[in-house]
């Protein structure tokens, strides 16, 4: 079983940056890419960014392409979401997931993933 923590969150200015972060433990020799999702009050559960945990491929939702920016350390204990130009549009709780699945067309849907962190609030507003 994978553990997963997530912070950062917090509340920001539009145009504004944060950092959100991942603390990965456990078992994760069954990972095979990290996830990080967010879910506005009412709203589904939607797809942000993943990185698959043992190359460097990338994904993201259109809607924070060029803005958002996921990576991991060199030890595969951390992943980080960068967030930048942010829009109120991205107040959301943000959570990070893990996923066993080596398919990257199946990375965009939550049921694909297995282990979930409890999330972080992440507010944009003037």
């Known amino acids: 079983q994978v553990q997963l923590e997530e912070s950062g969150g917090g509340l920001v200015q539009p145009g504004g940056s944060l950092r959100l972060s991942c603390a990965v433990s456990?078992?994760?020799?069954?990972?095979?890419?990290m996830g990080w999702f967010r879910q506005a009050p009412g709203k589904d559960r939607e797809f942000v960014s993943a990185?698959?945990?043992?190359?460097?491929?990338?994904y993201y939702a259109d809607s924070v392409k060029g803005r958002f920016t996921i990576s991991k350390n060199s030890d595969k204990t951390t992943v980080y979401l960068q967030m930048n130009s942010l829009k109120p549009e991205d107040t959301a709780v943000y959570y990070c997931?893990?996923?066993?699945?080596?398919?990257?067309?199946?990375?965009?849907?939550?049921?694909?993933?297995?282990?979930w962190g409890q999330g972080t609030q992440v507010t944009v507003s003037s």
């Open positions: 997931a893990a996923t066993p699945i080596r398919n990257y067309k199946y990375y965009y849907t939550p049921s694909s993933y297995d282990s």
């Open positions: 456990g078992r994760t020799s069954n990972t095979y890419a």
């Open positions: 990185i698959k945990w043992l190359v460097r491929d990338t």
